[in-house]
């Protein structure tokens, strides 16, 4: 991480970072937000701790409460082993945990295709029957999304 861009340690050995200078999940994330007009990135703050002899990291992260909507702030917290991946892994809970909070709001956006549910559930079942809009009217932009998800995906899955 010493080689990263915007990030701060503080004196207790945590990071701080908004995770926006590679592109994974936490930039996809952020990508989301901006859709619905939230004015800053979530900010991520990680700590790396051994239990048990195993190095770990610790990070957390909120979407703040949206600046003119009710929707309450989402509060992630994440333990996984490289605090990289760890970031990672915040950005995708809260993708998810946005998703599954506004389905109404993102069905409407190529984000609203993702994360993938059971292909059972009624909810997944009502997105990709009824998603003619994001094939005709923004078919290049869900392109676009498809390919940086399956991508982020990827590399979330290499490196795990």
Not at 137 to 143: G, P
Request: glycine fraction near 6%.
């Amino acid at each position: 991480m010493a080689d990263c861009h915007n990030v701060f340690w503080d004196d207790d050995g945590c990071a701080h970072t908004d995770c926006l200078y590679w592109d994974g999940f936490p930039r996809i994330l952020w990508d989301t937000l901006c859709i619905f007009h939230y004015p800053d990135p979530p900010r991520y703050k990680g700590q790396q701790f051994s239990e048990d002899g195993v190095q770990k990291s610790r990070v957390t992260m909120t979407i703040p409460q949206h600046p003119t909507l009710a929707w309450p702030p989402i509060e992630i917290e994440v333990v996984g082993y490289r605090l990289v991946d760890t970031f990672e892994t915040a950005a995708l809970k809260a993708i998810t945990t946005f998703c599954e909070h506004h389905p109404d709001e993102v069905a409407a956006y190529p984000i609203g295709l993702f994360p993938a549910v059971s292909a059972g559930n009624a909810e997944w079942l009502f997105r990709t029957t009824h998603f003619g809009h994001l094939v005709g009217d923004v078919a290049e932009e869900t392109i676009q999304a498809v390919i940086r998800y399956m991508n982020a995906q990827s590399h979330y899955q290499i490196f795990q």
